[in-house]
């Protein structure tokens, strides 16, 4: 399943549309590897959105799991 990520790059938050229903755990990793912000978003209707005002401009990947751990998808994000 693809996730649509917008607006990206963005500035302050950025909304994840994917098909999943539930809480997944939500990780921003910068490019070098360190971890810099860790959530849990709520895709009860399919949208999330993830705010990322405290986070440094820079490439970051965006890595999902659900609570047995498996990985939804992994997805590279700009912030300005």
Do not use: C, M
């Not at 938050?13 to 849990?40: M, P, T, W």
């Not at 005002?53 to 047995?68: A, H, P």
């Amino acid at each position: 399943k693809a996730a649509k990520l917008f607006p990206n790059p963005t500035y302050q938050s950025i909304q994840i549309e994917y098909e999943f229903s539930g809480l997944l755990l939500v990780k921003v990793i910068h490019a070098d590897g360190r971890l810099v912000k860790k959530a849990k978003l709520d895709f009860s209707n399919g949208v999330a959105t993830l705010d990322l005002r405290e986070v440094q401009g820079g490439v970051y990947w965006l890595e999902t799991s659900d609570e047995n751990s498996n990985r939804h998808f992994l997805e590279r994000i700009i912030k300005l």
